[in-house]
C-alpha cells in the first residue's frame, strides 16, 4: 500500500470555479477534498489540474486563470476544452487521470495510454448518456447507488467526503428552519416556504440563484426582513453560523438527488434534515435515526412537529462514519489499487 | 500532382447540419463543395466526416445521426465532441484531416501523428482566439485576407466556392430588392426594409431566423403581403427562382463579413450586390463593376437608382473566376500539397 503512495495521479477538476471554490461549487469541493484528502493520507505524487489561483498542497498545474463562472469574459467551452487538454498532452507523466469534469475528457481517452477514472457526479441530462455509452472499457465510480445508470460498469460507490473542520456540532437545536443550496425548482425551494409557513416557523433560505426565474417569480414574494429571509450564497464560515440557527434543514427535492452535500453537511453540524425521497436521499439520511425521508409537503410539516425524537449526536455521528473525507479518500484509494492491480 | 491525388484526406464537416445542408448551413455547404470538388478533381481517397444522413460521392463516415439543429433532442457538444473524435480516433487512418469544425478539434492536435489544416470559417467570440493561439504549430486558411487575426500563422486564403448548377443565371433584371440569409441584426435584415421603403421599391426577405426577438421586433411589424414579404428560408431551388425576381441584393451587414456567400449566389445569378463595406465584401464585390459597397442607408438608396450601370454579365464572371468550387478546391490542392512537401 505505501508503494501505491508513489503512484502518479493526476486529479482533473473542473473550471467553472476555484479549486476550493470560495461558495459554490460542489464539483471543484470534491476535486479539492479528494486532493487534499490524498495528500494527508500520504500521497506523494499528486497533481491538481484547477483554475491557476486554486489552493492545494499537491501540486497544480492550471491553464485557466479564473473559473469561467467568476470571469463571464470566458466561453466556458473554450476553458473547459483547453482545461482538459492540458492534461491530455501531459498523460504519460502519470499513472492515473481521476477525472472529476464530466464526459468530455472521455472522447480524448483513445489517444492517451494512461488509464483514466471517471467520477460521474451527475448526469445533468440523458443525451449525455450517449458518451459515457460510448466509452465503456475505462473506469466509472458513482457517488450513490441511486445515481447509476444500469447501461455503464462501475468499479464502485464512494461517497463524497465533506471537511468537517468548517462544521460545528451543536447539540442545541436553533429555532429556525433552514434551505439552502442552489436556488431551483429542482431543490425544491418554495416548499420550504410552504413548510416553514404552516408550521408557523422562521426560515432562512441561503446559497446561489441558480434560476433567477424561478426565484423572482416563487421566492421573492414570500420573502420579508424578518420571517422568511434570504441571505444569498454562503462559505463555509457562514455557513456554520447558518447552521447553528437551524432547528431543522428542510430540502423538498423534486428530482432524485445524486449525493446531497447539504444534507451531509448539515448532519456535521447536528441538524436533521428533512428530505424528499428520492433518489440518495435515503443513503445519506438514515431515516428516523437522523432526519425524516418525506413525500410531501404535509408530511414535511409533520416530520418537523416530531424532529425533536432525533438525536442530533447521531446525526453527527452518521458524518463520521460514512461521509468524511477520508472515508471518501480510502474509498478511493481501494479503487485506484483495483485500477493498477488489473 | 497525379500521386498526390492517392493521399487519404478526411474531411470534418459540422453536425449543426446535414452535409450538404436541406437549407442553411454554411460550413456544411463548403465542406461538402471541398469534398465534392476533391472526388472531382480525381482525388481517389476522400472520406467525409459528417452526420450519417448525409450525402456524397467519397466515403461517408458518421457518428451522429442527424445534425443536432435539426434534431433538438440532441445536446450540441455532446453531438460534436463524440463526432470530432471519431475523426481523431482513426487519425492514423489519413495523411490529412482537414478541419471544418471550428475550434474544438485542435485540442486533440497534440494527441495524433496526422497533419491537420483548419479552415478558419469565421470567429464567432473573441474568446475562442484562446484556443487558436494555443496552436501556432498546425495549418491555417482563411476564408478572406479580411477575416484574419494578426497572431496567427496562415498558409493561404482560399475564398469559398459555390455550386454554380443551382445559380441560373439571368441578364434580365427582376423589379423587387431581396435579402436573405441569415435574419439577425449581424446581417442587417431591418435596414433592407428602410432601403426598400426609401426606394420604393418591393422587398423579399428569406432565410432562416437565428433571432427570433429581432425578427418579432423589427422585422415582423413591417410585413404586409404584398410590397415587404418574408418567405422563410429558401433551399437552391427556391433560391433560385427568388434570385430571378431580384433587381438588387441587399446585404447591409452590420459586422464584418467573413466571406459572403450570399453575395456570390446573387452575383452568380446576374444580381448585383449592394454591400456594407466592412469586413470582406470588397474582396467578393468588385465595386462599382459587380455592385456598390457603401457605408449607409442614404450610400444603399442611391446605389439601388444607378444599379443598371451595373453589367449582369459581369456578376456572373466575377464568380466563375473566383469563387467556383473548382476554383477553391485547387486552392485547397494547392495548401494540401504544400502540407505533404513539409
Chains 1, 2 share one sequence.
Request: hydrophobic share 40%; glycine share 6%; charged share 25%.
Amino acid at each position: 500500500m505505501d508503494d501505491i503512495k508513489n503512484k502518479r495521479i493526476a486529479i482533473l477538476a473542473p473550471v467553472a470555479w476555484r479549486t476550493p471554490p470560495r461558495a459554490y461549487g460542489a464539483w471543484e469541493t470534491v476535486a479539492s477534498n479528494i486532493t487534499e484528502g490524498l495528500v494527508a493520507r500520504g500521497w506523494k505524487n499528486v497533481t491538481l489540474f484547477a483554475t491557476k489561483e486554486s489552493e492545494t498542497k499537491a501540486k497544480l498545474v492550471g491553464w485557466v486563470e479564473k473559473g469561467y463562472e467568476e470571469d463571464k469574459s470566458q466561453i466556458p467551452l473554450v476553458s473547459t476544452c483547453l482545461h482538459i487538454s492540458k492534461v491530455m498532452e501531459r498523460a504519460d507523466d502519470f499513472d492515473l487521470i481521476h477525472n472529476n469534469f464530466d464526459y468530455l475528457p472521455l472522447t480524448y481517452l483513445p489517444l492517451i495510454k494512461t488509464p483514466m477514472l471517471t467520477t460521474i457526479h451527475g448526469f445533468s441530462d440523458p443525451d449525455i448518456l450517449r458518451v459515457y455509452h460510448d466509452h465503456k472499457d475505462t473506469y466509472y465510480v458513482s457517488i450513490s447507488d441511486s445515481d447509476r445508470d444500469p447501461g455503464l460498469p462501475y468499479m464502485a460507490t464512494v461517497y463524497n467526503g465533506i471537511d468537517l473542520s468548517n462544521l460545528t456540532f451543536s447539540d442545541k437545536p436553533g429555532n429556525k428552519l433552514v434551505h439552502y443550496g442552489r436556488i431551483h425548482n429542482d431543490k425544491g425551494t418554495h416548499l420550504s416556504i410552504e413548510v416553514a409557513k404552516k408550521c408557523g416557523m422562521d426560515l432562512i433560505i441561503a446559497g446561489l440563484i441558480q434560476d433567477q426565474a424561478y426565484f423572482d417569480n416563487l421566492i421573492k414574494p414570500h420573502l420579508n426582513q424578518s420571517s422568511i429571509q434570504y441571505i444569498g450564497p454562503v462559505n463555509p464560515v457562514a455557513r456554520d453560523a447558518l447552521l447553528k440557527e437551524a432547528y431543522a434543514v428542510i430540502h423538498l427535492n423534486l428530482i432524485p438527488e445524486r449525493f446531497g452535500l447539504v444534507m451531509a453537511e448539515s448532519m456535521a453540524a447536528g441538524v436533521p434534515v428533512i428530505a424528499m425521497d428520492l433518489g440518495s436521499c435515503r443513503e445519506v439520511i438514515a431515516d428516523k435515526q437522523t432526519g425524516y425521508l418525506v413525500n410531501s409537503v404535509d408530511d414535511a410539516v409533520k416530520a418537523v412537529k416530531i424532529i425533536d425524537k432525533i438525536d442530533r449526536k447521531k446525526c453527527r455521528q452518521q458524518v463520521e462514519e460514512n461521509f468524511t473525507i477520508d472515508k471518501m479518500v480510502s474509498g478511493y484509494e481501494k479503487v485506484y489499487e483495483e485500477i493498477f492491480r488489473r
